[in-house]
């Protein structure tokens, strides 16, 4: 008998839903997209109102080859990608690729926002047809994606180096890095002093309090001269309690999470970076066995809704009594409202089901599986117990014409912080309660403090994500790669958890703001979001939105001059050419930025440098090897290039020639060649000098150390837990 065909994504769904759905269906995936746009040409034909040209994943052939195997002999299909506009063009694509193997079959949309059985096997009782307005807007942004990286990237090759790319949405967050960084690099601290004081009675213990008001004003002494006339005034007068005053304020449970504030909490409380969180969110929605059948633990985690359902409230309001007493309970289901501009296309992040304690799962899950788990788990029952109550405490104290204030507090209800532990009520000074109003304090001391303005702070992973979302710059579904792009391009860097702006970055972001800045800002592209949504709503034409944005771009980028915007990146030195004596300049060239003579042509002098602890720029002197030119007979050295160091001739640029620079390992499958670094699309690796004749390849650096456990010749270097070592590629042993 036909089985019916499921298409989902990922293996990992598949074997989680092949055990929900029985012996009449047939569940596989498809491994993320079958097709998208060629990887060498644009794809798009704009002469043609934008026709798209997509093509077959060639990596996935055998997938191919058993999808369509599979939909031959299925009595019907439903496919079943991920419930958002991603994930519909996937189903789409699926029906494309399928076209003549589905011919005449029934082909359903299958929707779920979970991967449980219940929630599975009714969506495969409900299903729908594909979605094409979503289909649509999801074209349009990858066409739209597409078009921004092919036609402004070739600019920046011109005026920086080749191989940079733009990106429509990666170039707006790189602007804010950088305008975060000018704004650092401008910053003039202004001087400001803060008085405090320490006061007390008898045995009573001391409280700090901070000067409020000086002779009826707001105390705001800008220098020690006023800190002394202030303390001039008051250094002989009593100090007195004149009033306290004694108020309550609730602190409401957060929202439960949505992809933007689960990554940043995440990066907060757990340490995880955004793409981190997202990939172990990942197995966590898609299943994690349990004893012995596989299930979703939480829903979707691409989402901008904090929508509850109903039958997921209530089992929480059925476990809360249990777990924290009928006294923790919100007397009625709290409920959210979503920020205008949502999608609520699906519910908010939440546990799968609420009676899964993260405790009693623990031992099913890796250590990060938990941690997260734990954190989702938490927020979300904490959205149905009560405020935390904290009971606040002014004592204004009287000191001459001085006014001091100290603020304290505590905890009346711990409400939902019983639950939510990653909640920190915060109560100021422990004033205690033998303090009353018109007590004289015998105890004191006064603390003037010296201190400076700070700049604003460099982004951070959680607050650049907030920064996004509240310029609307991206979807849910976007933040994570939005930030490992501008990374992994090296424009920026992740320091001390906080996003410093590179000199690449800085380069190609002032080119981009110079050329583009109507294009490449927030409110332009925030815009761009608000008719991607319109698409999917169906209240715009897709290929109208590319027509508009199109031409807005080519406007500007027919105004370009290359050739100004390279000139405007050349940096002036203080450091003179050992040649001519002229000033010294930075330019970008094709392996980086290098020391040039103001002079060129004139004078082709050109070295490396290095800034030095004062940021005083150092000619770097090549490395000189004993060995000899084969073309000029000058001395061979060692220089950077942008793909590493490389051997050249001392009498560049008279004499260009220049050759791998080998790693003094023999290459282990022919034995002739030795082994180099080399460059491709995907980054650094290392091959044989006798390619194509030799194939051999590694990701990981061969080193010239022999392995102490079975002698081979060389070891690699790899990352493990953060750190290099050297590991044997033949027996695995590490070097101590």
């Not at 050249?648 to 180099?676: H, M, N, Q, R, W």
């Not at 460059?679 to 000098?689: L, N, P, Q």
Request: glycine fraction near 6%; hydrophobic fraction near 35%; include cysteine.
């Amino acid at each position: 008998m036909a089985k019916s065909l499921l298409i989902v994504e990922s293996p990992a769904k598949s074997k989680t839903i092949s055990k929900f759905l029985g012996s009449n269906f047939k569940v596989e995936s498809s491994m993320g997209h079958i097709r998208d746009l060629p990887k060498s040409k644009l794809g798009v034909d704009v002469e043609q109102n934008f026709e798209v040209k997509y093509v077959n994943d060639r990596s996935k052939a055998k997938i191919t080859k058993k999808l369509k195997d599979a939909a031959k002999t299925a009595k019907d299909i439903y496919l079943a990608a991920d419930p958002d506009r991603e994930g519909e063009a996937i189903a789409w694509h699926l029906t494309e690729l399928l076209k003549k193997e589905i011919k005449d079959k029934p082909v359903y949309r299958v929707v779920f926002n979970e991967i449980t059985q219940k929630a599975v096997q009714k969506a495969v009782s409900e299903p729908v047809d594909i979605d094409m307005n979503m289909v649509n807007s999801q074209q349009a942004r990858r066409v739209l994606d597409r078009l921004v990286g092919y036609e402004i990237s070739p600019l920046i090759w011109r005026v920086i180096y080749y191989g940079l790319s733009a990106g429509r949405v990666q170039s707006v967050a790189l602007r804010m890095v950088c305008e975060r960084e000018e704004l650092i690099k401008a910053f003039v601290p202004q001087e400001f002093w803060e008085v405090f004081g320490n006061f007390g009675k008898g045995k009573t213990p001391i409280f700090k309090a901070k000067l409020t008001e000086f002779a009826g004003e707001k105390a705001d002494p800008k220098c020690k001269d006023d800190v002394d006339k202030i303390l001039g005034a008051i250094s002989d007068k009593e100090s007195n309690i004149l009033d306290i005053e004694q108020s309550q304020r609730k602190t409401n449970p957060y929202p439960p999470f949505i992809t933007s504030t689960l990554q940043r909490a995440a990066s907060t409380y757990l340490g995880f970076s955004a793409k981190r969180t997202m990939g172990v969110a990942q197995k966590l929605y898609e299943g994690i066995v349990l004893e012995k059948d596989s299930t979703g633990l939480i829903t979707y985690m691409r989402t901008d809704s904090v929508r509850m359902s109903d039958e997921a409230v209530q089992a929480t309001r059925g476990l809360i009594p249990e777990l924290y007493g009928k006294q923790a309970l919100e007397p009625k289901p709290r409920h959210y409202k979503g920020k205008k501009g949502a999608q609520d296309a699906h519910e908010a992040i939440r546990p799968t089901d609420v009676s899964r304690t993260p405790e009693s799962i623990k031992k099913f899950l890796t250590s990060e599986q938990f941690k997260l788990y734990n954190l989702i788990w938490q927020r979300f029952v904490a959205t149905q117990m009560k405020a935390a109550v904290v009971v606040s405490k002014k004592v204004i104290i009287g000191k001459g014409d001085a006014v001091f204030e100290a603020i304290g507090g505590s905890v009346k209800d711990a409400g939902f912080t019983a639950c939510y532990s990653f909640t920190k009520l915060a109560l100021g000074e422990n004033i205690s309660a033998d303090y009353e109003k018109g007590d004289f304090l015998d105890k004191e001391e006064i603390l003037p403090e010296q201190k400076f303005t700070k700049p604003p702070a460099r982004y951070s992973e959680s607050s650049l994500i907030k920064e996004l979302e509240a310029q609307g710059i991206g979807r849910p579904s976007t933040y994570a790669s939005i930030l490992s792009t501008i990374q992994e391009r090296g424009y920026v860097q992740l320091s001390e958890k906080r996003f410093y702006a590179l000199e690449l970055g800085m380069a190609v972001n002032k080119f981009l703001v110079g050329s583009f800045d109507s294009f490449f800002n927030t409110e332009f592209t925030s815009g761009m979001e608000s008719d991607l949504d319109d698409i999917s709503d169906g209240k715009l034409d897709w290929k109208k939105f590319l027509a508009v944005y199109y031409q807005e771009m080519h406007k500007l980028m027919d105004k370009v001059d290359t050739g100004k915007a390279k000139e405007s990146l050349v940096k002036k030195t203080r450091k003179k050419c050992p040649k001519c004596g002229k000033y010294l300049v930075i330019k970008w060239g094709r392996n980086g930025q290098f020391l040039t003579c103001s002079d060129y042509p004139k004078c082709k002098f050109s070295a490396d440098f290095t800034t030095n602890a004062k940021g005083q720029i150092e000619i770097e002197k090549p490395k000189v090897l004993d060995e000899k030119c084969p073309e000029c007979g000058k001395d061979l050295t060692i220089k950077k290039g942008r793909f590493g160091e490389f051997v050249a001739c001392s009498g560049y640029p008279d004499c260009k020639f220049s050759k791998p620079l080998t790693l003094g390992v023999k290459c282990p499958e022919c034995g002739k060649g030795e082994i180099i670094q080399k460059m491709s699309k995907r980054g650094i690796f290392y091959a044989c000098t006798e390619y194509p004749a030799c194939k051999f390849a590694t990701n990981n650096k061969p080193v010239p150390i022999a392995c102490p456990s079975c002698g081979n010749p060389y070891m690699e270097l790899r990352n493990k837990k953060g750190k290099q070592v050297k590991v044997c590629p033949k027996c695995g042993q590490e070097a101590m």
